[in-house]
């Protein structure tokens, strides 16, 4: 591994950025499926079919709309607008899908985009009840808290929100999206594990204050001390927003390595590929995109336009140039 100064910020983002995909697509065969299940047959690597009776290395609706949302960054500076316009051609055309269709959906983004289809400002399309925090949002939003990590955290805080509430509109989505935000500037940075989460629980609790906008309940454990000491048994993996940033952060302080890390995460079972992507996202931005396995980024669906739009993205949000030795043919 190289250390920590050594890793440029391009190699940050573009490991970021693979690390989401590769988290998402080691997860999909064995979405919905118990801990218990998993890890009688733990996954090691790229496998096919299964769950979804997708070929290895296909990804979901969790990567096809970070790859939209990438894009739409890279089209535009950063327009709500047209990150749900992309968002409904995925949904109704199959666009930025792996192999051309969409076979996963979670109804509160299914929702959200009907309702953008049919004209409502897509800032206000986002759920916003209680029962609408899925990690819906968390799993896309990768693309636009690397984007704007060099920003003022006003602008952060707002571009990442407004992302979210495309499709996830309660404060809670909102607020898990701004803490990963903060945890990925930390990183990217340059930060340690430890200090990383210490620095995006003290930005968090700068920008919502004590109240923690009315959301202590929900955000107490990830923010409270004795979280690194939980041990799996503690963790969840569900589809609930909550359980997802904790899934991620606690697999990113635990884990050894990149790969082992992203296991990990996929390994807890239930909703693998999306905790496998939030953790991905986190563990690739940590250990730099050389530590993203050469054979796992191969076999992705799409990897060659993937990595064309990853290295433009990267350039951008880093203003170092991200050549083509990034870019898989
Ligand atoms: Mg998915």
Redesign the pocket.
Known sequence: MKSANAITKAERILGGLWGALCG?ALGVPVEFRGRTSVQADPVTGMRGYGTHGQPAGTW???SSLLLCTAESLVAEEFSVEDLGERFVRWQREGYWTPHGTVF?IGMATSRALRRVAGGTPAVEAGGMGEYDNGNGSLMRVLPVCLRFAGARTERLVQSVGDASRVTHGHRRSVMACVFYAFLVRALLDGAGREEAVDAARRDFGIEYGESCGGQGEAFGRLLGGGFAGLVESEIRSSGYVIDTLEAAVWCLLKGEGFAETVLRAVNLGEDT??TGCVAGGLAGVFYGLGAVPGEWREVLARAGEAGVLFARLAAECSGEPAGAEFILE
């Open positions: 998402d979901s609706d969790d996963d590929d999306t």
